[in-house]
Nanobody, 125 residues
Framework: QVQLVESGGGLVQAGGSLRLSCTAA?????????MGWFRQAPGKEREFVAA????????YYADSVKGRFTISRDNAKNTVYLQMNSLKPEDTDIYYC?????????????????WGQGTQVTVSS
């Protein structure tokens, strides 16, 4: 298991930007994990946002965030990032990072190995 700690959430106006970070407390074999970002509002189902493979060469995005959000990773820092631009009120959610050795687990939200604690993102109109 890898322990994940998130930061970077906050309150911004529509059209603004935020950069979320997710750092592994244990960096052993961090580069071997597929990393993902998800979001969930109270009373709603968790939804997939973005994912990145261990090499950083392949990224995946939900249609709702394509062109606005960018996922990246710095394996030397044991950290994955989510750069969020052109934020909309509907992006307001708690954002969670996740790690698993299997891309299918991240994309399918099935049996994900590790989750961050969540960070609140609020976009005002």
């Amino acid at each position: 298991q890898v322990q994940l700690v998130e930061s970077g959430g906050g309150l911004v106006q529509a059209g603004g930007s935020l950069r979320l970070s997710c750092t592994a407390a244990s960096g052993r074999t961090f580069s071997s994990y597929v990393m993902g970002w998800f979001r969930q509002a109270p009373g709603k189902e968790r939804e997939f946002v973005a994912a990145i493979r261990w090499s950083g060469g392949n990224t995946y995005y939900a249609d709702s965030v394509k062109g606005r959000f960018t996922i990246s990773r710095d394996n030397a820092k044991n950290t994955v990032y989510l750069q969020m631009n052109s934020l909309k009120p509907e992006d307001t959610d708690i954002y969670y990072c996740a790690a698993d050795r299997r891309l299918s687990a991240i994309l399918g939200q099935a049996d994900v190995g590790s989750w961050g604690q969540g960070t609140q993102v609020t976009v005002s109109s």
